[in-house]
């Protein structure tokens, strides 16, 4: 059965974290380790793919650990192999850069014994059918991917990163808890099929929502969830960086359809218009965030809250549909959702495996502290290129593909009959074309200023291009990002099983249709033609560059000389990307990142340079964490007397407990 196949891999991860806590101290250790995690995960993705192709019956399998008279359930169906399909893709892509990208490893004894166990973690949340094994599993998945982020414990800033990601991934986990015991009920039944069937959830529907979303939404960062993301993805090395931003986020998302679309049953409509705003919100905050951002991974790291907010915006037009009785509609924007959760890890794995290149030559992440890279890192280049236009949402790239479908599904926000949605949902889709916007704004900031230019420090000037093995794999992901926004109907297609088993209806197949035009509604309505646009554009440029090399005149002319806006030769006078993100931080500045500006200007005849300084705040931080954080230390202090008490008083204090809640049980029963 599939499930087992699945079983048995994950276990064989689980095995090779040993292995490598061996190996890691010698030459060859770090290669084996890739190498093998590289062909179990593309066992895992091969095997769920052709699940998924061939329309198998979900397989479930119960093996005799967890809680001792239920034991641990686990089941593969199609929403699972989809989620196994990210999830090991990403992790091949991972292991194979890593094969380059590890030899440069300063901690490989923090790395390797925890990376496998990383990826098993991940498969057993998504295998997971009972509540104790898909926690037991969560826990494993964030512990695992801690002990990465802090693979450089040396740096502060690396300490604090993995210090705020354990408090808010155990605030996830109790959430999580929370969730399960209200939809479990006094029973104690906490497999997901007595779940399904108990129907609980819709007395405590507004309950349930909530804590999901404090949940899923703290590990998948949405806003004002996100503090932890943007410290712990630039900490961990840039490998594991692409998994958790392309890949453990979309467990994340996983855990949110799992128990929205799956166990907790027909939804309102409000549920909708929550899980909407909220994505939207995030959206914008995250892209903003982003544009002021100076260290490339940092930057990556807020766009994944961005994209996560546009899955999110996917996932809430599904709920508000459903609950209006729109089939065709919500199969739309659940396929929607769920293929930007495929092309999000594609194009963010594509970009962290860029930024690594960089770092690893440069030994620097600040934009300041680069530019002119194209001429020194030109392969490098052109797969970041094609990973800036992807997540832009340009076509004909895959971003561009499943943001359509996103807001083709927004058009037929009309036909709600609420209110509530019909303002919401226009609004929304307006928050979405300007993270749109802002995205390839934020995106030619960072290639321009990191590749473009002149170098503007030594260590760019002398950077060379990065192994063969790290650009082999940009180069492929590359391609799956063309492939993929071209033929966007393979992927579709596969999704649309997870689609059927959930909302009992799908989008019709689009491979017997045309094998490549996507119709997501029908052809008279709308349709996107990927290979076409792909034709137009390489044609047109191609006959541009035909007419300007025939055309141009190859005579000698003396003219003035034109200085391109640098009179000066110094790297200083050219485009920073704190100057870029100027104008929107004028904008938004106060609102959003409560913006400070200092200017200091010399005296008349002091030849001193002007200084100017820019203060950037999170209010999410400042409103909610740090409060938080004051009153825990506060409480903490007030506390540590209970440390200091004699005997006497102890069993008093446990006397007194006791009476309490004693006397709090009468009163509830």
């Not at 512990?143 to 605030?171: K, Q």
């Not at 309505?525 to 035909?546: E, K, N, P």
Request: charged share 10%.
């Amino acid at each position: 059965m599939p499930v087992d196949f699945s079983l048995c891999l994950t276990a064989a991860f689980l095995l090779l974290s040993p292995v490598g806590a061996v190996i890691s101290n010698r030459r060859a250790g770090s290669p084996i380790l890739y190498t093998a995690s590289l062909l179990f995960s593309a066992a895992l993705a091969g095997n769920a793919l052709a699940f998924l192709i061939s329309g198998g019956e979900p397989s479930t399998d119960v093996l005799p650990l967890g809680i001792p008279w239920m034991g641990a359930h686990f089941r593969e169906d199609a929403l699972s192999a989809v989620f196994i399909v990210v999830i090991n893709l990403g992790a091949a892509g991972a292991s194979f850069y890593a094969l380059g990208y590890g030899r440069h490893e300063q901690e490989p004894r923090r790395v390797i014994p925890f990376y496998p166990a990383f990826l098993a973690a991940m498969n057993l949340v998504v295998l997971a059918d009972d509540a104790f094994s898909f926690l037991l599993s969560w826990e494993f998945m964030s512990l695992s991917s801690w002990a990465l982020v802090m693979a450089h414990h040396r740096a502060p800033a690396n300490v604090r990163a993995g210090f705020v990601y354990l408090v808010m991934a155990s605030f996830g986990t109790l959430a999580l808890l929370l969730a399960f015991g209200l939809l479990a009920g006094p029973d104690g039944n906490y497999a997901f099929d007595a779940i399904r069937g108990s129907g609980r959830a819709a007395a405590h529907s507004w309950l349930v929502l909530l804590l999901i979303l404090l949940g899923a939404g703290s590990k998948a960062g949405i806003v004002p969830l996100h503090v932890w993301l943007p410290l712990a993805h630039p900490a961990a090395p840039s490998h594991v960086s692409a998994l958790m931003s392309g890949v453990m986020t979309k467990v994340a998302i996983y855990g949110f359809i799992r128990i929205i679309f799956d166990l907790v049953g027909a939804p309102e409509w409000w549920q909708g218009m929550a899980v909407l705003v909220l994505g939207g919100i995030t959206a914008v905050i995250g892209v903003l965030y982003a544009l002021m951002e100076h260290d490339l991974k940092r930057l990556l790291a807020y766009h994944t809250i961005e994209n996560i907010g546009i899955i999110f915006i996917g996932l809430g037009l599904a709920l508000a549909f459903r609950s209006n009785g729109m089939p065709a509609a919500a199969a739309l924007s659940l396929t929607a959702a769920l293929f930007h959760v495929f092309n999000h890890s594609l194009f963010k794995s594509l970009l962290f495996f860029g930024s690594g290149a960089v770092l690893n030559s440069t030994g620097a992440r600040d934009m300041e502290q680069l530019g002119g890279l194209i001429h020194r890192m030109p392969q490098t280049a052109v797969a970041f290129l094609v990973g800036c236009v992807a997540i832009s949402a340009l076509p004909p790239l895959n971003g561009f593909a499943s943001e359509w479908m996103t807001f083709q599904a927004i058009l037929l926000s009309p036909s709600l009959p609420q209110w509530g949605l019909k303002l919401s949902v226009p609004a929304t889709g307006a928050l979405l074309a300007l993270s749109a916007a802002l995205a390839a704004a934020c995106f030619v900031k960072a290639f321009g200023v990191t590749f473009l230019g002149r170098p503007r420090t030594a260590r760019a000037a002398a950077a060379i291009e990065t192994d063969i093995f790290s650009r082999l794999t940009m180069f492929i992901w590359a391609g799956l990002c063309v492939l993929f926004g071209v033929l966007p109907a393979l992927a579709i297609d596969a999704i649309g099983p997870a689609v059927l088993g959930l909302l009992g209806a799908r989008l019709a197949p689009q491979l017997p249709i045309s094998w490549y035009l996507l119709v997501p509604i029908s052809e008279n309505r709308s349709s996107y033609d990927g290979l076409l646009v792909f034709l137009f554009i390489a044609l047109s440029a191609l006959f541009t560059a035909i007419a300007v090399h025939w055309l141009g005149s190859r005579a000698i002319r003396r003219s003035a000389i034109w200085d391109c806006g640098f009179p000066d030769p110094s790297p200083l006078a050219q485009y920073t990307a704190g100057s870029f993100a100027q104008p929107i931080r004028r904008v938004f500045g106060t609102l959003v990142f409560h913006a400070h500006e200092q200017v200091v200007i010399p005296a008349p005849g002091d030849v001193a340079p002007a200084r100017f300084h820019v203060t950037l705040q999170d209010p999410a931080w400042d409103g909610i964490y740090a409060p938080l954080a004051s009153a825990v230390s506060f409480a903490a202090g007030r506390l540590n007397v209970l440390q200091f008490l004699t005997i006497r008083r102890y069993l008093t204090l446990v006397f007194v407990t006791l009476v309490a809640l004693l006397v709090v049980l009468a009163i509830w029963t």
